[in-house]
Structures are given as structure tokens and as C-alpha cells.
């Protein structure tokens, strides 16, 4: 239990920073990663059977607290109602490259293990 807080507080703390410092572009970044890590994590336990607690601390903790689709709702309903961008490529951008980054970690590391 207390390496799943631990796993979330650096989830969310590692988002809230990315989008401190990268106020634009930190978000969609941070769900890209967090995804990326997701898939990895996903076949990387599947492959050397890891502990179950630690799957669910990383996939769980770290990566549910740094993923976040609800501040992508923000900023599409922000960007809808000011008029500095499209809610709709917004939407897709996020999910479309959240969903490659984590295709892309769980192949990975089938390619890179031998």
C-alpha cells in the first residue's frame, strides 16, 4: 500500500511540474510518457513475472497519477470557448499519441530482449 502512495504522489507531482514548466506542450507529454511506460511496464511484467504489487504500484500509482484526460478536457473546453485552438484536435493529438506510446510499450520490449 505505501509503494502505491509513494508511486502516485511522484505520478502526480512529475505531471503538475511538466505542465509548470511546460505550460503548453507538459500535459501532453506527461500522457504520452505515462502511457509509454503503461505498455512497457505491462509486457515487461508479463515477460520476468514481476511481483504483482509492484505492476500494480507502477501501472496504478505512478503511471494513473501522471496520465491525466481530465485537464485535457479543461483545455479543449478552454480552447473551445476562447477560440485559440480546436477542442477536437486536442482530443485526438492526446489520445492518438497516448494510444501509439503504449502500442509502442508493449512491443518494445519484445524487439529489444532477446
Known amino acids: 500500500m505505501m509503494l502505491f502512495i509513494l ?10 511540474l511538466a505542465d509548470f514548466y511546460l505550460p503548453r506542450h507538459g500535459i501532453l507529454l506527461i500522457n504520452i510518457l505515462g502511457s509509454f511506460v503503461a505498455g512497457s ?4 511484467a508479463t515477460i520476468f513475472q514481476f511481483n504483482e504489487i509492484l505492476v500494480q504500484a507502477i ?8 496520465t491525466t484526460y481530465s485537464t485535457v478536457a479543461v483545455i479543449a473546453a ?9 477542442a477536437w484536435k486536442t ?4 489520445t492518438g499519441l497516448s494510444i501509439t506510446a503504449c502500442l509502442c ?5 519484445v524487439l529489444v530482449i532477446p
Do not use: C, E, K
Open 7 to 16: 508511486a502516485a504522489i511522484l505520478g502526480s507531482v512529475s505531471r503538475y
Open 105 to 109: 510499450g508493449l512491443v518494445l520490449p
Open 78 to 86: 478552454q480552447q473551445h470557448l476562447d477560440g485559440t485552438g480546436s
Open 59 to 66: 501501472l496504478g500509482g505512478f503511471a494513473g497519477a501522471l
Open 41 to 44: 511496464v505491462l509486457t515487461l
Open 91 to 94: 482530443w485526438i493529438l492526446h
